[in-house]
């Protein structure tokens, strides 16, 4: 991955989905010097959270989550050497909406809320600023139909539109999170045939985010031994969401908040939007055959 190449812009629903999905692709930029800018949408005020001593922070009680979510956030990004990080609108612009069909969804603030040409022209303003060659999001899913994930998916496609009709900045590349269907069911079966410990099962292939058929797979980055650390210790950060099993590059595994076990992904997978640069044959990271003037 050359440092020459224009930065990468990844966009996330909630702080601890860029760790999870991308810790080892943004890991990788900062590394080699890539400039790289996090666009989160919500604080993630709903989320259930994993630690006794901290289950008073949550929306039903303190409702203190988001600005402690914010604190992780910070120390998951300087895991990973990442120091541009932004909530979209700033601070509490957009509420974390719930899981669909959740109450938290009727909130005027909640993100699913968002009028498209709003939100989305705000990040049309970060990317006229960065003006990343590639942007990264969810797939029109949202990877698992969690509504603040789809509605991000909308709102970056929305906001690279309006940077290319507002501001004459088009970005080259727009990729999407996946896993490859193949790859997750080899992965889970690899947990039940050790066990899943420490956690009390292992999660079915409808646990896991974005997986799709192999032939929709165009890129797979995979981490360095430094580069899966930095993404396990990212991961460690968002303490109130995720658990993470082992420590540095031997972490392999984690859960969240339902305590079933996943495969912490040391290779990281991406499709490419219509309209997206394609990768040449051989292609190993996100940037590949992208012209470095762009």
């Given at each position: 991955m050359s440092s020459g190449q224009a930065g990468a812009l990844f966009v996330h629903a909630h702080p601890d989905d860029e760790s999870i999905t991308n810790g080892v692709t943004m890991a990788a930029c900062a590394e080699a010097g890539v400039p790289v800018t996090l666009v989160t949408c919500t604080l993630g005020e709903e989320g259930e959270v994993i630690p006794p001593a901290l289950r008073h922070l949550a929306a039903d009680r303190q409702d203190a989550l988001g600005p402690h979510r914010a604190g992780e956030l910070a120390a998951a990004m300087r895991a990973l050497g990442v120091g541009d990080h932004r909530l979209l609108g700033g601070p509490g612009r957009w509420r974390d909406s719930g899981m669909l069909g959740s109450p938290p969804n009727d909130r005027p603030a909640a993100f699913l809320r968002a009028g498209l040409d709003e939100a989305g022209g705000l990040l049309a303003e970060v990317i006229a600023e960065t003006r990343p060659s590639v942007l990264i999001t969810y797939d029109p899913n949202g990877g698992y139909g969690h509504p603040d994930h789809v509605q991000?998916?909308?709102?970056?496609m929305r906001g690279a539109e309006l940077a290319a009709a507002r501001h004459g900045w088009r970005v080259p590349r727009i990729l999407w999170n996946c896993v490859p269907k193949s790859e997750a069911n080899r992965r889970l079966a690899r947990l039940r045939a050790r066990g899943p410990e420490p956690f009390a099962a292992?999660?079915?292939?409808?646990?896991?985010?974005?997986?799709?058929?192999?032939?929709?797979?165009?890129?797979?980055?995979?981490?360095?031994?430094?580069?899966?650390?930095?993404?396990?210790?990212?991961?460690?950060?968002?303490?109130?969401?995720?658990?993470?099993?082992?420590?540095?590059?031997?972490?392999?595994?984690?859960?969240?908040?339902n305590g079933l076990a996943q495969p912490l992904w040391e290779t990281e997978y991406y499709r490419t939007a219509p309209g997206a640069a394609p990768f040449p044959p051989g292609a190993r990271d996100i940037f590949a055959g992208l012209r470095r003037e762009v």
């Open positions: 991000a998916h909308r709102v970056a292992v999660a079915a292939l409808d646990d896991i985010p974005g997986v799709t058929a192999d032939e929709e797979v165009a890129l797979a980055v995979r981490g360095s031994a430094a580069q899966v650390a930095a993404k396990a210790a990212a991961m460690a950060a968002h303490a109130t969401q995720i658990e993470v099993a082992g420590e540095g590059a031997d972490a392999r595994v984690f859960a969240l908040s």
